[in-house]
T-cell receptor
Framework: AQKVTQAQTEISVVEKEDVTLDCVYE???????LFWYKQPPSGELVFLIR??????QNEISGRYSWNFQKSTSSFNFTITASQVVDSAVYFC????????????FGSGTRLLVRP | ETGVTQSPTHLIKTRGQQVTLRCSSQ?????VSWYQQALGQGPQFIFQ???????GRGNFPPRFSGLQFPNYSSELNVNALELDDSALYLC???????????FGNGTRLTVT
C-alpha cells in the first residue's frame, strides 16, 4: 500500500541554520510522483514541488533543495539559511496507487525557526 | 488569476446536525478534491469530482457527500455530525488529474 512517513514531528532551529526534513515512502507503483507542501498558520497548503520518480536529479529552488533517492525511497527537503517565515508544517505526499487523483500525505513536520 | 476559495472560514455545529461547506475552484480547473485534516495530522482524502461526477472516494462513510456544479465549484455535505468530524476541511482544485493540487484556506469545523 502507499505510505508516507515523516518521522520528525517537530524541528526547532535558529534563524540562518540549515535544516533537512525527512520523507520516506512506500509504493508498489514503478513510476510515480512525489510532492512537498507547506502549511503556514493560515491553513492553506502551498504546493512546493512535484518530482517524477524517473528523474533522480536533485532540484534547487532558491534556498530550497530536494534530494530524491529511489534506492532508499526517500525524498528529503532542505532549507538553507532558514528564516522565520519558513516556520510552518511541511508535508510530503504520494499519489494513491489506484489512481493519480488522490494524495497520501505524511503526518507532517512542524518547523519552528526562531529569530 | 483567482485561487481556491472556501466558505465559511469557521463553523460550529452540534452533534447530529448537518453542514454544507463550499468551494470555488481556481480558474480553469475542472477537478475538485476534498480533504479532512484532523489536528496534528496530515490531510485525508475524502473524494474527488471531475466534470460534475464523483470519480474517487476515500474511506469516509456515505454521510459525507458532495456536488460539483457546471462552473466547477463544489460543495461538501456532512450529515449526522459526530464529534470526530471536527477538523479542518480543505478543498483543492487541479487543472487535470495528476496535476499539482491547489488548496484553499480551509473551513474549520467544530462539532460540540
Amino acid at each position: 500500500a502507499q505510505k508516507v512517513t515523516q518521522a520528525q514531528t517537530e524541528i526547532s532551529v535558529v534563524e540562518k541554520e540549515d535544516v533537512t526534513l525527512d520523507c520516506v515512502y512506500e509504493t508498489r507503483d514503478t513510476t510515480y510522483y512525489l510532492f512537498w507542501y507547506k502549511q503556514p498558520p493560515s491553513g492553506e497548503l502551498v504546493f512546493l514541488i512535484r518530482r517524477n520518480s524517473f528523474d533522480e536529479q536533485n532540484e534547487i529552488s532558491g534556498r530550497y533543495s530536494w534530494n530524491f533517492q529511489k534506492s532508499t525511497s526517500s525524498f528529503n527537503f532542505t532549507i538553507t539559511a532558514s528564516q522565520v517565515v519558513d516556520s510552518a508544517v511541511y508535508f510530503c505526499a504520494l499519489p494513491g496507487m489506484d489512481s493519480s487523483y488522490k494524495l497520501i500525505f505524511g503526518s507532517g513536520t512542524r518547523l519552528l525557526v526562531r529569530p | 488569476e483567482t485561487g481556491v476559495t472556501q466558505s465559511p472560514t469557521h463553523l460550529i455545529k452540534t452533534r447530529g446536525q448537518q453542514v454544507t461547506l463550499r468551494c470555488s475552484s481556481q480558474s480553469g480547473h475542472n477537478t475538485v478534491s476534498w480533504y479532512q485534516q484532523a489536528l496534528g495530522q496530515g490531510p485525508q482524502f475524502i473524494f474527488q469530482y471531475y466534470r460534475e461526477e464523483e470519480n474517487g472516494r476515500g474511506n469516509f462513510p456515505p454521510r459525507f457527500s458532495g456536488l460539483q456544479f457546471p462552473n466547477y465549484s463544489s460543495e461538501l455535505n456532512v450529515n449526522a455530525l459526530e464529534l470526530d468530524d471536527s477538523a479542518l476541511y480543505l478543498c483543492a482544485s487541479s487543472l487535470q488529474r495528476g496535476s499539482p493540487l491547489h488548496f484553499g484556506n480551509g473551513t474549520r469545523l467544530t462539532v460540540t
